[in-house]
């Protein structure tokens, strides 16, 4: 029984950081993983380079990363992806031959 609820609570705390949808962005699907991956890289890098904790992260800072998919159909495509603390996506767009278009996120 005590493992049980010890695995119950690492699922539960986990949870979270997981939650991210996939995203359409034009015709093809940018996948949760590769998000969620982008943001926590994008968060860790910031944290490292100003010697900061979690708990230093202010309710009004956002963050943003710039980053390319190399399975998307579109070549060259560049992807900006905005977020808060709480890894909720506030923006996410794909540039291509210059011109940005918004991606939509996708319920699963």
């Not at 708990?55 to 800072?61: A, G, K, L, R, V």
């Not at 060259?76 to 603390?85: A, I, P, R, V, W």
């Amino acid at each position: 029984m005590k493992l049980i609820q010890i695995v119950s609570s690492v699922v539960l705390f986990a949870l979270p950081a997981l939650a991210t949808n996939d995203w359409k962005c034009g015709t093809d699907t940018v996948y949760a993983y590769v998000i969620d991956r982008e943001m926590h890289g994008a968060y860790d890098a910031f944290l490292t380079l100003y010697s900061l904790t979690p708990s230093d992260i202010q309710d009004y800072m956002s963050f943003k990363t710039n980053f390319n998919v190399p399975e998307f159909n579109l070549a060259g495509t560049e992807f900006e992806l905005s977020f808060n603390k709480e890894f909720k996506v506030k923006s996410f767009v794909y540039i291509h031959n210059n011109r940005s278009r918004y991606c939509t996120e996708l319920q699963t």
